[in-house]
């Protein structure tokens, strides 16, 4: 008998604590566990014993269900990294009396790439120095979706449904007006386009979406994003851009940066705008027309109120097969999904080798963007759809949604 | 018999629909109508003749009630106002003339100020001219709450519940971090502060919503922000601040426009960044923390996914009560919404004469605004509240929601 201690770590999703839920479910009632722990602000609240016990909780069904539908991750986040041991050596040491002098057998991690390199760090030292006792598992959580060893990352597809939601809203206010008139909206993905490419989907009930698709992972080309807008008014009068944030030109330069003074700083502009405002304004220089920036920026992670439903699921299914692993003593691994090559969607739940997983990037392979290059392909659409399936059954009191706060 | 005319105008909303769906469920069978004509982009397009014969659809009740759910004006929309008969009477004459034409008895015209006063102007010209059988009647329609006659407009309940839920979502996501931190969320308004104010409801459920609520009616001092930061920073880490995009200093310039260099356009800034963006620059040159600059922009309008049930009934209720005004031969006149004094809500729906509402706007009166200026009253909460009230009954098909187009 011993503790199992859950943390979330990494950017929030509208899914990561449907993941907690599954972890605290798994755990509650286990005979092997007596005792559930949270970490607050992960890995660095951890080494600081920052810790809640989340056993009355989870035991709580009620509660349990409104933490399902609160989003951002519930027992908080952290942004610090653990350095290796070589370089850091202590914090190694700190953790695993940390985790004897709690009693705690079986740590679950929620996170994304830097947590699952988190979990492959200790997982391994704890094998090397022979800690007894102690399995450490990851499960996977990024909007990104840029996990290497999962179909997709939980988070994602709610993300998505966002996304696709929004665009085919705002694609209608565009189209209101019979004024020349461009709209980008700048989709976050520092590295992998996926989120942006889900804007496609909002053609799905046959609207137009958006005219152009520029994802990160092929460089943009101003000039052809200029000439394609003029081809365009010649028969339209809106046009509507989905863009990533982390688009970047053919010698991989950041546009935002390319396109923005460098003595912009001067001015007292301390932030670099972002890659919407920054080529709304260049068009607007080079067409003369009227354009319009908007950032999806936290709401697209944020937005549990338009979650899909299997991402909720797949996301809480992947949490409980953690807590499960770890208590059947499993280490060094991290819960995933692979898609079943069936006619109808369908997946597998598996534990990959976190150390295959940590560290590395999952970008949206060349043949999922259209030759045009603004644009993804029929593969991206028929990869995309089955993830923002289902609306979840959210709990709401004097018209909002009702969240559920585990500490002040 | 003659036929009704119907048209959109001004900014959209995710109710306008509703208030269309309206017209036409009132329209359709009656006995003096022989016809429904739409306008597309309003009274521009009116006077160009461009219109959509609405009779058939207005017999298709599946069609109807996904015109309910579809965000933004179904008849497009325009930006163009009529001038006075003193410096362009021919637009008169052709509008009489094209209602002649075309067997037109009544004209209902959705819309905001603007529209209002188009309302105004054609049916006082009728009026005078002894043009007869021409009845024309405006549907209140604006996300800004500005309109004077109604206690509130349509499409104002829907944009305060997404402005809330959305709050509510990503303060959560602003709490997770330890680090010192400022969001600035930039709400639409430049002259009345209703849909900032609405981001105070996210604190229904116990959460701590935005930390400072700036409204456009009262000046912003850039000093005090500056100063309750760093009060607050003594005991939290994450601030949240909602702030109306038409904020004012002191000398009634706008805030966007003062803290940015006069000489930005030399480094191609052809467009003056929205005041979350120069707000959170500025707090970060102050205090040298982390800032984040969010607009809601087009979603606040546009989201109907998350609109309140009551906003859209009302909405159509709006909508069908215009449609009977004008076949029962009044003119000149606005459906308004008007509160009643009772324990539990409820509203009575009236008409007012559209020459007091035209060319007017309804501000946040100062009572409603907390002494420290920074923080809405109880009184603002209990008028906000019971706005958001329900969630419609979406249909989704393959994870998104069906909306209806009227024309390419």
Redesign the interface.
């Given at each position: 008998m011993s503790k199992l201690l859950v943390a979330q770590s990494g950017g929030?999703t509208a899914a990561i604590n449907a993941t907690l839920a599954g972890v605290l479910d798994a755990a509650t009632n286990n005979p092997q566990i007596d005792g559930i722990l949270g970490g607050i602000?992960g890995i660095?609240g951890v080494l600081k014993e920052n810790f809640l016990d989340l056993t009355e909780l989870s035991n709580n069904r009620e509660k349990i269900r409104i933490l399902w539908q609160?989003?951002?991750?519930a027992l908080?986040?952290?942004?610090w990294k653990l350095k290796s041991e070589d370089e850091d050596a202590e914090s190694y040491k700190v953790f695993v009396s940390i985790m004897k002098k709690y009693d705690i057998g079986y740590f679950v991690y929620i996170g994304g790439n830097d947590s699952m390199d988190t979990v492959d760090k200790l997982s391994a030292y704890c094998r090397k120095n022979g800690v007894e006792n102690l399995c450490i598992i990851g499960a996977p959580k990024t909007i990104d979706n840029d996990l290497v060893g999962t179909d997709h990352c939980p988070g994602f597809g709610s993300a998505a449904?966002y996304i696709?939601?929004?665009i085919?809203?705002?694609e209608?206010?565009?189209?209101?007006?019979?004024?020349k008139a461009v709209?980008v909206v700048e989709i976050m993905g520092r590295n992998a386009g996926w989120l942006t490419a889900a804007s496609a989907?909002?053609r799905?009930?046959?609207?137009k979406g958006p005219d152009m698709i520029y994802l990160c992972e092929r460089p943009f080309v101003l000039e052809e994003c200029i000439s394609k807008i003029r081809r365009l008014f010649e028969k339209q009068d809106a046009v509507l851009i989905a863009i990533s944030e982390g688009v970047k030109d053919d010698s991989g330069h950041y546009i935002s940066e390319v396109l923005q003074?460098a003595?912009?700083d001067a001015?007292?502009?301390?932030?670099i705008?972002g890659v919407a405002?920054v080529l709304?304004?260049?068009i607007?220089?080079e067409l003369g027309c009227k354009?319009?920036?908007?950032?999806f920026?936290?709401?697209q992670?944020?937005?549990?109120?338009?979650a899909?439903k299997r991402d909720l699921l797949e996301s809480y299914q992947l949490g409980s097969m953690a807590a499960k692993a770890a208590i059947a003593g499993q280490s060094g691994k991290m819960t995933a999904l692979r898609r079943l090559q069936t006619k109808d969607y369908a997946v597998e739940y598996e534990l990959v080798d976190v150390s295959m997983v940590s560290n590395r990037e999952k970008k949206v392979p060349l043949r999922m963007i259209a030759p045009s290059g603004d644009d993804v392909t029929q593969e991206m659409m028929d990869y995309l759809?089955p993830l923002?399936?289902?609306?979840p059954d959210i709990s709401?009191?004097?018209?909002?949604?009702?969240?559920l706060?585990l500490y002040e």
């Open positions: 929030p602000n660095e609160t989003p951002a991750a908080g986040s952290c942004r449904k696709a939601t929004t085919a809203e705002i209608r206010d565009c189209h209101v007006y019979t004024t709209t989907l909002s799905i009930h046959g609207a003074p003595d912009a001015f007292g502009h301390v932030q705008a405002t709304a304004d260049q607007k220089k354009t319009r920036a908007i950032a920026n936290l709401m992670r944020a937005s549990a109120s338009l899909s759809l923002i399936q289902g609306l709401y009191a004097d018209g909002l949604p009702l969240h706060s």
